[in-house]
Structure formats: structure tokens, C-alpha cells
């Protein structure tokens, strides 16, 4: 898992110890959340709620900010590379889940 975390850029932004799952005496922080590294979004003050639910899983709350100073930059699509955008996706994506 942390292999296929790292190699697609990703970042898991879980803090704290309360456990996710909680189910016959057995509890631990098996559910994660995961974001683009570049992504404009910034995670904030996720916290796990210990109030009573219908499942042996934990709500998970979170607040998401967009981060204005990477979203305003606008690529200009027409001076954009196609053939090596989609070569660099095809590596990207070889061999994953997505395939």
C-alpha cells in the first residue's frame, strides 16, 4: 500500500490515533484518506467522530480549502504537448488499478 501511495503522488492525511472501525471488540484505523500531493486542496481538521452510527466504521469529518495561489494558474491548452501528455499518462497509469 505505501509503495502504491508513494509512486502515484499521493499524501494520507489521517492524524491522531482514534480508530476508524470498530466492530466485536476488534478497533483500528484502517480507513485512510488520501489526496494529490500537487493537489490545490488542502486538508483540514479531520477528525474521526466517536458518536454512534448504523455501521462498525466511524464517520470521518473534514474540512477541504482550495488553495487559491495554485488554482489560479491556467495552463494554455492551445500550446499544450497532446502526444506527450498522453505518453506521460500511459506511464503513469501502466500497470495500476486504472488499466
Not at 489521517?14 to 478497533?27: E, K, L, M, S
Request: glycine share 4%; aromatic share 8%.
Amino acid at each position: 500500500m505505501e509503495d502504491y501511495i508513494f509512486s502515484h503522488s499521493l499524501v494520507v492525511g489521517n492524524v491522531g490515533q482514534v480508530p476508524t472501525f470498530n466492530a466485536r471488540g476488534v478497533q483500528t484505523c484502517i480507513d485512510i484518506t488520501l489526496l494529490l500531493n500537487l493537489s490545490p486542496l488542502l486538508l483540514e481538521n479531520l477528525k474521526v467522530s466517536c458518536e454512534a452510527t448504523f455501521s462498525d466504521h466511524r464517520q470521518v469529518h473534514l474540512n477541504l480549502t482550495l488553495m487559491t495561489d495554485r488554482a489560479s494558474v491556467v495552463p494554455d491548452l492551445k500550446k499544450a504537448n497532446w502526444n506527450k501528455f498522453r505518453e506521460a499518462l500511459d506511464k503513469l497509469f501502466s500497470g495500476t488499478l486504472f488499466t
